[in-house]
């Protein structure tokens, strides 16, 4: 795919999200809730999705725009190479971010999975174990259908192309970090 053709169908794509505004949004709202009740985000992916959960989280724990916001609880489930192959060798690969979403069973969490095909059964197993906790919540970024975690609250990238559905949810996860900064100037 050439820049033309990339930049074509990131529009079309962007065009087809109606309402997404009001999804992220909703979702700002949820992590704010959540830290205001001393909560955690959990952020999670495979591949590419990692490297954007750990983005995302050194957005938020660092500092996106505003260095008078305080520093923000996230943990990227990706970023513990000790936890996921201790996990994947001791139980499976598709433990490795459910064993590390039930050691924060008793802490107000949000989990928050990335997985571009929607389809990653370790991101759905997280949600299954997360699911089982009052205290905790799901969301996903995901993208072509919305795969098996379609059920889960989401925003979903309606492309099948990979690059195009990194490049929203990189959007996605940029606007938040914003409006979460905007909320906790000078906090």
Avoid at 108 to 122: A, E, K
Avoid at 146 to 168: E, R
């Amino acid at each position: 795919m050439d820049w033309n053709s990339y930049q074509t169908e990131l529009q079309n794509t962007l065009e087809q999200m109606n309402g997404v505004d009001k999804k992220i949004e909703g979702l700002v709202d949820r992590i704010k809730n959540l830290y205001d009740r001393g909560g955690i985000l959990l952020v999670a992916g495979n591949g590419g999705s990692a490297a954007d959960a750990q983005h995302f989280v050194a957005e938020l724990v660092g500092t996106y725009s505003d260095r008078e916001r305080r520093g923000l609880p996230a943990i990227a489930l990706t970023s513990n190479t000790s936890n996921l192959t201790s996990i994947a060798n001791d139980f499976d690969y598709e433990s490795v971010f459910s064993r590390q979403v039930e050691a924060f069973r008793s802490l107000p969490c949000l989990v928050l999975g990335i997985t571009t095909s929607g389809n990653s059964p370790n991101i759905y197993k997280a949600f299954q174990e997360s699911s089982k906790y009052a205290q905790h919540e799901q969301f996903a970024l995901l993208g072509k259908t919305g795969g098996i975690c379609k059920d889960f609250d989401n925003i979903i990238v309606p492309s099948n192309h990979t690059g195009v559905i990194q490049t929203v949810h990189n959007m996605v996860y940029h606007t938040v970090c914003d409006q979460l900064d905007r909320l906790y100037k000078g906090q």
